[in-house]
């Protein structure tokens, strides 16, 4: 279980715990250890001038210590407790990067769509994984892998054309930051449906794809 402080005001669907009292590090090592998910270092936040930036050097970054600090970082990615707590040793203010494609893919819509398709699930009495809520306002729903070649088809089935959501599904080379990553200034990556064990078993995309869509399309 992860250690939780309030939650967000929002429909009852939709709450967002807080994490608290838990270092990056442990964070990272609980992921590896309970959920057994890959995890990999990323960029971290160095004070500058009174600002917080990139590691990465770059004054203009757009995802200020949120992402991997090195091309190779899929190989660098590990389910290894042990190796997760010493990457994070040499690090400890290091972005949680979780690759997708392995034992999760996401799909990521915009926050307004994911709220409303939360709470058309909750009606819908559907079993959700994981949910992230992202300070670039978006909300990442984990699914079983292989999501990223089944969506397209089925969007199309449900008479949309993929390219008329904003929704995108990240699969094998993409990853997502996880909480408490934080985007630079805009704040940090939040659950909106955090890890427990009832949620251990993810949902295959086509029975979540149906309530996303349609909140998308509503989104538009």
């Known amino acids: 279980m992860f250690i939780v402080e309030e939650t967000i005001a929002g429909t009852e ?10 270092s990056l590090l442990e964070t990272a090592v609980r992921y590896a250890e309970e959920r057994h998910w890959d995890v990999f270092p990323g960029t971290w936040l160095e004070a500058v001038d009174g600002s917080q930036r990139c590691s990465c ?13 090195r091309p190779d970082w899929a190989t660098q990615a590990t389910g290894s407790a042990t190796v997760a707590r010493r990457m994070w040793q040499k690090q400890p203010t290091a972005s ?74 990240l699969g094998e080379g993409a990853y997502v930051a996880a909480p408490p990553t934080r985007f630079g200034s805009r704040g940090a ?12 078993w993810l949902p295959d995309a086509e029975e979540l794809i149906s309530p996303l869509a349609y909140a998308c399309g509503r989104d538009r």
Not at 57 to 69: F, K, M, N, V
């Open 13 to 22: 669907a939709a709450q967002i715990p807080k994490q608290r009292g838990e």
């Open 57 to 69: 050097g770059d004054a203009a970054c757009p995802a200020p210590g949120s992402h991997p600090a």
């Open 96 to 169: 949680i990067l979780l690759p997708t494609g392995r034992t999760f893919d996401a799909i990521s819509v915009p926050e307004t769509a994911g709220f409303l398709a939360l709470a058309r699930m909750e009606r819908m009495e559907l079993t959700l994984g994981p949910v992230t809520l992202t300070p670039d306002r978006r909300m990442e729903f984990f699914v079983l892998p292989g999501a990223a070649v089944k969506v397209p088809d089925l969007v199309r089935k449900l008479g949309w054309s993929v390219s008329s959501l904003d929704l995108t599904v």
């Open 189 to 200: 990556v939040q659950w909106a449906c955090r890890p427990t064990p009832a949620n251990r």
